[in-house]
């Protein structure tokens, strides 16, 4: 089982919101980690979004809107993405990602569409 | 802000290895540890590993038999090595700057797509 597990597809319409979910693998607490979010649109490398621990410890990506923010689903063991206001620029592949035991791991993904 | 272009040849054979190069210009290596990630056409991204100007490194497991990331200051380049490859290497390899101090693969390349292939 991976650690860290992403639904594969999720699709919203333009000026809703969007949640996308980042579920632990049992045995990694969720809230003892830093959630890294990365957004990747075709052609392009993926583009640091947004880091989360906790509201008291987060970090906004140089240049991500204020639209995209963190969170945490302790009782799901789980860390959230959340996009308001959706807009076409912001379909793409989303990644998170967690250090353990000083290396990196990623989710596998989740395809937004904005339709 | 540092900048990051990576070169090295598009096909490769299987069983042969997979070398990559990345040209880092911008700022200070010694302010960044230098990651390779991949990602496979269709598929996630993978974190191989890192190098910190030190040399010290740390590798994915599951590749750590096969890896080998090495830094060169003085040319301002990072470098990946991959051994033995197979199809299943095929990938989009990008090298990433992580500034010390952070956890954020904050800097990326634009990649370059290595096909196995005979």
């Known amino acids: 089982q991976a650690v860290l597990t992403q639904p594969s597809s999720l699709s919203a319409s333009p000026g809703a919101s969007a949640s996308l979910t980042c579920t632990l693998r049992t045995g990694f607490n969720v809230t003892t980690y830093n959630i890294h979010w990365y957004h990747q649109r075709p052609g392009s490398p993926p583009r640091f979004l947004l880091r989360y621990k906790s509201d008291s410890d987060k970090q906004q990506g140089s240049g991500a809107p204020s639209r995209f923010s963190g969170s945490k689903d302790s009782s799901a063991n789980a860390g959230i993405l959340l996009i308001s206001g959706l807009q076409s620029e912001d379909e793409g592949d989303y990644y998170c990602?967690?250090?353990?035991?000083?290396?990196?791991?990623f989710g596998g993904g989740t395809k937004l569409t904005v339709l | 802000h540092v900048q990051l272009q990576e070169s090295g040849p598009r096909l490769v054979k299987p069983s042969e290895p997979l070398s990559l190069t990345c040209t880092v210009s911008?700022?200070?290596?010694?302010?960044?540890?230098w990651n390779w990630i991949r990602r496979p056409p269709g598929r996630g991204l993978e974190w191989i590993g890192y190098v910190y100007n030190s040399g010290h490194t740390k590798y994915n497991p599951s590749l750590k038999s096969r890896i080998s990331i090495s830094v060169n200051t003085s040319r301002n380049l990072v470098s990946l090595k991959l051994n033995s490859v197979t199809a299943a290497d095929t990938a989009f390899y990008f090298c990433v700057g992580v500034e010390v101090g952070s956890t954020n693969f904050d800097y990326w390349g634009q990649g370059s797509l290595v096909t196995v292939s005979s």
């Open positions: 990602s967690i250090w353990h035991n000083s290396a990196g791991t």
């Open positions: 911008g700022d200070s290596m010694i302010n960044y540890y």
